[in-house]
């Protein structure tokens, strides 16, 4: 397994919340926004469904199948249920998160 982290285009057109929740709504998934503030870290933990981490604004390390990847505007990674990650909040800024659940 590899971390594959896909990348907002220019073909998407601007990034926005309402343009990224609905490409990923597209997908068949639930979408709740989230603020995570500097220092925050998820430990490995795993989750019973479908999960796609996007990020709107700030950097955010996500780590799973002993890689790592950092998300900045316009990434997100798709998260397969029991997969254990690891998330992280990197820098000052705060991250923008549109979390993402698909049973």
């Known amino acids: 397994m590899s971390?594959?982290?896909h990348h907002w285009s220019s073909a998407d057109g601007q990034?926005?919340?309402?343009?990224?929740?609905k490409k990923i709504e597209a997908q068949g998934f639930r979408v709740t926004k989230y603020v995570y503030p500097p220092g925050t870290y998820f430990p490995d933990h795993t989750h019973t469904v479908d999960k796609i981490d996007g990020v709107l604004s700030g950097k955010f390390r996500?780590?799973?199948?002993?890689?790592e990847a950092v998300l900045?505007?316009?990434d997100w990674l798709e998260v397969p249920r029991g997969a254990v990650h690891s998330a992280e909040v990197v820098g000052r800024e705060a991250v923008v998160s549109l979390d993402a659940t698909k049973k």
């Open 15 to 21: 990034l926005t919340e309402a343009a990224m929740r």
């Open 62 to 67: 996500m780590a799973m199948y002993g890689q």
């Open 3 to 5: 971390v594959n982290v």
């Open 72 to 74: 900045g505007p316009g």
